[in-house]
């Protein structure tokens, strides 16, 4: 997928009314991961998302850093895209999920941002059985950790935004008119009205996905093609697919087309 570019409406929103201030910052996204909703038997496949973002300033962030079967595939990805490892100066951390943050200590000059929340979460006897709990234990001791609190401007049109439900910290980044948003939007079908699941607290998930969706011009979701705003509605920018390689029987093809609901 060709990389995106969103170039904010407005930056620096203020609270009672103020008006919206025009910037010309241009943000390039790349999906390196592109997220597919589903399970199986065994449970979640946890095949998620994840951005590399790309700032007019030559700042280098990713969003999200895949699973553990993903530890090799992604620095080939970002190798792809012109970027080594050490030239990744910062990773957002949506949440402390397997599937999402197993691999943020690839990349060892980077700044690691996660939500306070989260991270308090994650070390607590509350935490959900997806949660990284040993990696949480040592992120919690990384010398470049950046623990957020509230919402936070990262500058060059770049915010993280306050978006729990799914877990206690959740976090998404706001780049302009798009939202890379984890798991507090799993995939389209979230946007129907229901919950969810699993889920830490059903309300506030719901509120969460209701402020994505009046917020941005084109979201990420976490286990899904990007969703783009045309007219009243949302259009996807394809089906998610995920070819498979099998030892005797070849590649096949796994795709979602037939509109049928999804879970991340």
């Known amino acids: 997928m060709p990389p995106a570019k969103h170039a904010p409406a407005a930056e620096g929103r203020l609270p009672r009314g103020g008006r919206r201030r025009e910037v010309a910052w241009l943000v390039v996204i790349r999906t390196l991961l592109e ?18 973002v790309l700032t007019p300033g030559g700042r280098r962030l990713l969003f999200d850093t895949g699973g553990m079967n993903e530890r090799v595939e992604l620095p080939a990805r970002l190798a792809a895209a012109g970027v080594a ?17 197993a691999n943020w200590e690839l990349f060892p000059r980077a700044e690691i941002l996660v939500h306070r929340r989260e991270l308090e979460y994650a070390a607590s ?26 919402e936070l401007e990262l500058g060059e049109g770049l915010r993280l935004l306050e978006v729990p439900g799914h ?5 998404a980044l706001e780049a302009g008119e798009a939202v890379l948003c984890g798991d507090a939007l ?28 009046a917020r941005a ?17 949302w259009v996807p920018a394809g089906w998610p697919r995920m070819r ?3 030892p ?11 509109g049928g609901g999804g879970e991340g």
């Open 35 to 52: 997220g597919f909703p589903g399970r199986s038997e065994r449970g979640f496949l946890g095949w998620s998302s994840c951005q590399l």
């Open 125 to 150: 006897d509350g935490a959900d059985p997806a949660t990284l709990r040993c990696q949480a234990r040592e992120l919690a001791r990384h010398p470049r950790l950046r623990p957020v609190e509230g």
């Open 248 to 258: 005797a029987g070849g590649m096949r093809e796994v795709a979602l087309e037939d």
């Open 217 to 233: 011009g084109r979201l990420y979701p976490g286990h899904d093609a990007p969703l783009e705003r045309r007219g009243g509605g």
């Open 167 to 171: 877990t206690p910290g959740s976090l």
């Open 186 to 213: 799993k995939n389209r079908w979230d946007l129907e009205g229901g919950v969810p699941q699993p889920v830490w607290d059903p309300g506030l998930a719901r509120a969460s996905i209701q402020r994505l969706a």
């Open 244 to 246: 498979l390689w099998l």
């Open 85 to 101: 490892p050490e030239e990744v100066e910062a990773v957002v951390l949506s949440h402390l999920h397997f599937d999402h943050a």
